[in-house]
């Protein structure tokens, strides 16, 4: 049997629910909001899978949907979102892989946005740096200096 290329978005969109959520989780910090994104990109892709010619690239393409889903409620909602410890443990799905210490995923929270996308996706999503760079549609180079900007930042701010 031949499995289209919507076939194995559906099949992706499932088996990654939750790392969906934690993304959208990390850009917004409410759970009803994060849940709403997570949706919005899920219609969309479904939407507009048929000019997705590559089915090798649904990873990196449903990650930029969900990043732009994510941009645009909190360019909508105009506000700055700030992180709260207490929900980060009560609403974040953890897996042994994914179990960083608070105190870091603090830290990276606070990170630029532009930063803290890359970070997010490179450690907690487990992408490579040509991933992030297709899924946010950023020259490759770009994604290496935000990196290791961003980690000498954190560095910066752990041994402080």
């Given at each position: ?14 088996q990654n629910q939750n790392k969906f959520y934690r993304i959208a ?5 409410q759970k009803e909001a994060a849940m709403d ?124």
């Amino acid at each position: 049997m031949n499995t289209t290329i919507y076939d194995k978005l559906i099949e992706y969109i499932l088996q990654n629910q939750n790392k969906f959520y934690r993304i959208a989780y990390c850009y917004v910090y409410q759970k009803e909001a994060a849940m709403d994104i997570v949706q919005n990109a899920i219609c969309k892709a479904l939407e507009n899978y048929p000019g997705l010619r590559n089915e090798n690239a649904i990873k990196t393409w449903f990650y930029r949907i969900l990043i732009n889903e994510s941009l645009t409620y909190l360019r909508k909602v105009k506000r700055e979102i700030l992180c709260d410890p207490s929900e980060i443990r009560e609403d974040i799905y953890f897996e042994e892989a994914y179990e960083p210490k608070l105190e870091v995923y603090q830290l990276v929270c606070n990170l630029p946005e532009q930063m803290k996308s890359i970070v997010i996706l490179h450690y907690f999503e487990e992408l490579t740096l040509k991933e992030i760079s297709e899924a946010l549609d950023v020259n490759l180079n770009t994604v290496k200096t935000r990196l290791y900007a961003a980690l000498k930042r954190l560095k910066k701010k752990m041994s402080s």
